[in-house]
Each structure stands twice: as structure tokens, then as C-alpha cells.
């Protein structure tokens, strides 16, 4: 996961620019929250995606580290690539750019219902694992409950519905040294000519509540453990990112309240004193299929897994390795 990490970063670092228009800015990061929006039901959907349909009444339960990665669609960043004219990253794969997730998982049985509850966390910061500047990280918190309409025996196999609630943000910071953004077009020069960005960072970044609701089917056969799976997705959701955290000048003069304030009426753009962020609110439900095979030891479990984005057709794949009593 640490060379994936590594690699995704990397690749963004590409994105290091001198001069562009803010409208350019704008659009770049709007189409990144549009596209990325599609995918963050997938990013959710990461973590306690066993293959075990059904853990089994309490006392059953089990603990777990699943790992793996979702591909961000490369059209998210073309708008972006188009601006700076860099196309690295829409040039990667037809996968799309890969974003490493994580989460610690447990699933315990509920009491005389045949029912099993969920809880997972997955937080990641690349400055906790290396003494870099430029970061990856995100903060995953989710659970679920799952109702077994088949509790699985020789013959049939597992069958449950279930319905989960996951909070995910994540924010991509990479380093680009001075930038320069003009508002020409926008201030007409009443305001300003150019925005100058010293020492600055550009960074990508997501928000979103989602609320889960899936059915799957698993069945043992001797040591392998087999699944197969349907979610649908609905998440609340902010994207966006920006030029920050640098010292802003106006036409080569420290910038102002009163010209940023005249800026955010004209732009409708957050403008501070540190840089420029876009962000956009998008809302929206997503289908997505999984499955997986494991296998299946007494103690032990190891699982392989595949999610696929129906509806904007990106790919996620999980490995879990998990003790389960």
C-alpha cells in the first residue's frame, strides 16, 4: 500500500504549474468533483466486504485488516491536465489512477436474532510514514447490519441483506512552488490583473456521507469460501481542491479583505489570503457488484475481493485477512 501511496503522489506532482486563468481553476476542479463523485460510494464500500455473507448469531465474531485500492476514473483530472498541459495521469491506464485505502474491520453476531453488526476505520496520513512534504490521507469511520434471509447449511448457501452508513474524507497535497492565476477576465481590471501564490500547495480533496444497502450470497465449498454481491450506494458529497496554504499577493501588493471580498462577490470562489479553493456539492446514489474468493481456515480467514462501479464503471480490489471465531 506504501508503494501505491508513493506512486499516486508522485504522479500528481506532475501537476507543478507557473500561470493559468482562474476560470480555467474553476472548471478544472468542478469536473474533479463531478467525477469523483462517482467513485466515492465505491471508496466507501471498502472495508468489511467479507466473503462470509453471514458471521452467525453471538458469540460468533471476528477481526480484521482489509487492504487494497479504488481507481479514480483519469477523466476526473482532465480538465486539469487540459489547464496545465501535463497529461500524466490521463495517460496512466484505462484503470484510472489508483488511491490506497485500508480499514480495520469486526463483525460480531447479534443475540438470538440472526443478524450480524459491522464497524470499520481506515485512517491514513503518508507524512505519518514518510518525512515528506507532499501528502496522501484520508479518514474512513462505517458500520452495517446484516440480516441472514439464508443462514447457509450443506446444500443452500448464505444469504443476507444488509444496510450501513460510512463518513469518508480524504485530501491529496502535493507541493508546487509559485503560482500565478489571472482574474482578468473576471475583475475586469477593476480589482486586479493577476493573483501571485508564493510557496504554495495544490490539494484535492473530498467529503462525503454515504448511506449502503446490499445483498450477498456465499457458499463454502471444502476450504474456498465463495461470494458474490449487489449494492446500491446514495452519498452526500463535497469535492473540489484548490491552490493553498501559500502568502497571496494582488498585482504584487499583499492582498487585502477588501479585495478579497470583492473577489468572492465577483467569482463566487473562495479567496483568502493563503490561495483559491473550488468546491462543489454533489449528490447521488450508485450501483456497484462485488465478490470475492477466500479461503477459509479454522481461525484464519484470507479473502480476495473485486468491486465494480456500475454506474461510472470504476474498479476497486480489497484483500482481508481476518481471525473469525
Do not use: C
Amino acid at each position: 500500500m506504501k508503494k501505491t501511496a508513493i506512486l499516486f503522489l508522485l504522479l500528481i506532482m506532475s501537476f507543478s504549474v507557473t500561470a493559468y486563468d482562474l476560470e480555467g481553476v474553476e472548471d478544472g476542479f468542478e469536473s474533479f468533483a463531478d467525477e469523483v463523485a462517482g467513485t466515492l460510494p465505491l471508496m466507501a464500500g471498502m472495508g468489511l466486504n467479507w466473503n462470509d455473507a453471514y458471521t452467525g448469531i453471538f458469540p460468533r465474531f471476528g477481526v480484521g485488516l482489509t487492504m487494497g485500492a479504488v481507481f479514480i476514473p483519469s477523466t476526473a483530472f482532465e480538465d486539469i491536465s487540459d489547464l496545465i498541459g501535463d497529461d500524466t495521469l490521463t495517460d496512466l491506464s484505462s484503470l484510472g489512477v489508483p488511491l490506497p485505502m485500508y480499514s480495520l474491520d469486526a463483525r460480531v453476531g447479534i443475540p438470538i436474532l440472526p443478524m450480524d453488526a459491522g464497524f470499520k476505520i481506515g485512517v491514513l496520513d503518508t507524512r505519518d510514514l514518510m518525512d515528506i512534504d507532499y501528502s496522501l490521507n484520508y479518514l474512513m469511520l462505517g458500520g452495517d447490519v446484516r440480516y441472514a434471509v439464508l443462514k447457509g447449511n450443506p446444500v443452500l448457501p448464505e444469504l443476507s441483506v444488509g444496510v450501513g452508513y460510512t463518513y469518508l474524507k480524504g485530501e491529496v497535497v502535493v507541493p508546487v512552488g509559485d503560482q500565478e492565476v489571472d482574474i482578468s477576465d473576471v475583475s475586469n481590471g477593476v480589482i486586479g490583473n493577476e493573483l501571485a501564490i508564493e510557496d504554495t500547495d495544490m490539494i484535492f480533496d473530498w467529503g462525503v456521507n454515504i448511506f449502503d444497502f446490499k445483498a450477498q450470497v456465499s457458499k463454502k465449498l471444502l476450504l474456498l469460501n465463495l461470494s458474490a454481491g449487489m449494492g446500491y450506494s446514495y452519498g452526500v458529497s463535497t469535492a473540489g481542491g484548490g491552490i493553498t496554504n501559500g502568502t497571496v499577493s494582488l498585482d504584487g501588493n499583499e492582498i487585502s479583505a477588501t479585495d478579497i471580498a470583492a473577489l468572492e462577490a465577483a467569482t463566487g470562489i473562495e479567496i483568502d489570503d493563503e490561495g483559491v479553493i473550488i468546491s462543489s456539492d454533489v449528490n447521488g446514489g450508485a450501483l456497484r457488484l462485488f465478490g470475492g474468493a477466500g479461503l477459509n481456515l479454522p481461525l484464519f480467514k484470507i479473502d480476495f475481493g473485486l468491486n465494480y462501479g456500475i454506474t461510472n464503471q470504476t474498479l476497486g480490489m480489497t484483500t482481508n485477512l481476518r481471525i473469525q471465531l
